[in-house]
């Protein structure tokens, strides 16, 4: 059982370029989310997932897309980086308890 | 403004003292969790207190629920330099047909030999 893994670990972006960050799970669960992490700020939800073919937008989805066809992926996207992007990003999946299952995370600097 | 206010944001003591992680707000949670997070890694949840008055112990860490469901606190007891971490407190409350976590900013705690 691998849990959440999220690929790459690290990345550095120029301000415009795109790029996904990956996020899979194996633990059946139907909840999945993306959070970003700041200095001083805690953890912001992004988008969620309730299930496969279903996404929402949480407290700061601007600049972000996300989709789920599968009940094990949910990649998060960035259309066009920009340097306010800089930031820790996890990936979290939880089932009928609540309890949060985070990744490792991406630490992402946009130049 | 942050829902979940949680204090101190820093805290750096010597191994052997005590201490007490507060997680206060003015909202109603359904249950409360506490995380603790190691640099370079993702949270990993401690414990979930759920009714009003609860208090769980896990060694020497003691999580309490306020008897309202608005607060909770987080005592370590005899600190030792492998509880040094970011503690995050996540209120869970109903919105429409889902559940919302609300997070608080979190409470860096370093813990000197």
């Known amino acids: 059982n691998a849990g959440v893994t999220q690929t790459p670990k690290f990345q550095v972006l120029k301000t415009g370029q795109s790029m996904t960050l990956q996020c899979a799970q194996d633990?059946?669960?139907?909840?999945m989310s993306w959070y970003r992490q700041d200095p001083g700020m805690g953890l912001r939800l992004i988008h969620y997932?309730?299930?496969?073919?279903?996404?929402d937008q949480g407290e700061v989805p601007n600049g972000y897309n996300v989709s789920r066809s599968t009940t094990e992926d949910f990649p998060l996207r960035l259309l066009s980086a920009a340097p306010s992007q800089t930031s820790v990003y996890f990936c979290?999946?939880?089932?009928?308890?609540?309890?949060?299952?985070f990744g490792p995370g991406t630490r992402l600097t946009v130049l | 403004t942050q829902l979940l206010e949680q204090s101190p944001q820093f805290l750096s003591i010597q191994e052997g003292e005590n201490l007490t992680v507060y997680c206060n707000s003015s909202?109603?949670?359904?249950?409360l969790q506490w995380y603790r997070q190691e640099p370079g890694e993702g949270p990993v949840l401690l414990v979930t207190?759920?009714?009003g008055g609860e208090v769980k112990k896990l060694k020497r860490l003691t999580f309490q629920f306020g008897d309202a469901r608005k607060d909770s606190s987080l005592h370590i007891t005899a600190a030792q330099p492998g509880d040094t971490g970011l503690y995050l407190c996540?209120?869970?409350?109903?919105?429409?047909?889902?559940?919302?976590?609300?997070w608080g900013a979190g409470t860096k705690l370093i813990i000197k030999p």
């Open positions: 979290a999946s939880s089932g009928s308890g609540a309890e949060q299952f």
């Open positions: 633990m059946n669960h139907e909840y």
């Open positions: 997932s309730v299930g496969a073919g279903i996404t």
């Open positions: 909202s109603v949670f359904s249950s």
């Open positions: 207190v759920v009714t």
């Open positions: 996540a209120g869970k409350r109903k919105m429409d047909s889902n559940y919302q976590l609300i």
